[in-house]
């Protein structure tokens, strides 16, 4: 499994427990549909990040959290039927890049990309990079992939309810290849063995040697709710959710319920 994990420059480190409050943005199936995948219910999602963040030392708390987490889940293939621009980044291929790899090697990928389209394969010195090597080569044969995934992002609380302010703390995304087994247990490995990086900051992905979960269905985490006590505004709230769905989901803002 690949983990990218990134907070903002001016982001603190975390320190001791940390009290959260977490909102299931759902399952994103994006890109070609196939037959037969069979994703984890949301309550053995909820379960797996409840008890790998208890293992972290983060604490279920909503009526006063530090952060306020939100997680989505699921897979993202190619999606052949998207048009093709005739110049820029197609939405299914910017979130795929952005799925493996940080904001910076990401753009410099999507750079490059762009620079072969504006020259149209003759003058690749338009491009940066004129040639994807190493870390950035990897990141495009990574975007290649159908993978499943899991993504958990951390705003701060406080500013969010208080000051309508969405202060983003760190993101942590975690992906495996499709073929990687079945996704009701790929999703909870994933949660698993990304946990030790959330709040953490990569320069670029880390691979994960991760164990499949045991399948089977899990109880409800009941100190692990949708949404906190304190009321949040609806509206911020929704406009944050759906903002973050099209960018995982790579789908345009039309096609987004």
Do not use: C
Not at 183 to 205: H, R
């Amino acid at each position: 499994m690949l983990v990218v994990a990134e907070t903002p420059k001016d982001a603190a480190p975390l320190q001791g427990s940390v009290a959260y409050a977490a909102i299931d943005g759902g399952y994103i199936e994006a890109g070609d549909p196939i037959v037969g995948d069979t994703p984890p219910t949301a309550d053995r999602v909820r379960q797996a990040l409840f008890d790998s963040l208890r293992d972290q030392g983060f604490v279920a708390n909503r009526v006063a959290p530090s952060v306020l987490l939100t997680y989505y889940w699921g897979v993202l293939r190619v999606d052949h039927r998207e048009l093709r621009l005739t110049y820029g980044i197609q939405n299914n291929l910017g979130a795929r890049i952005r799925l493996v790899s940080t904001q910076d090697m990401g753009s410099e990928v999507e750079n490059h990309i762009l620079g072969r389209q504006s020259s149209n394969g003759a003058n690749l010195d338009v491009s940066s990079p004129v040639i994807l090597s190493g870390p950035l080569e990897t990141i495009a044969q990574d975007a290649r992939m159908p993978r499943i995934f899991v993504v958990v992002t951390a705003y701060d609380y406080p500013a969010l309810a208080q000051n309508r302010q969405v202060k983003l703390l760190w993101r942590a995304k975690m992906s495996a290849p499709e073929r990687s087994g079945e996704m009701d247990q790929v999703i909870p490995s994933l949660i698993a063995k990304g946990a030790p990086y959330f709040g953490k900051n990569f320069t670029e992905a880390h691979l994960v040697q991760a164990v499949l979960s045991s399948a089977g269905a899990t109880p409800e985490a009941t100190a692990l709710r949708p949404a906190p006590l304190q009321k949040v505004d609806s509206n911020l709230l929704q406009a944050l959710l759906y903002r973050e769905r099209v960018q995982y989901s790579g789908s345009g803002a039309e096609s987004v319920n």
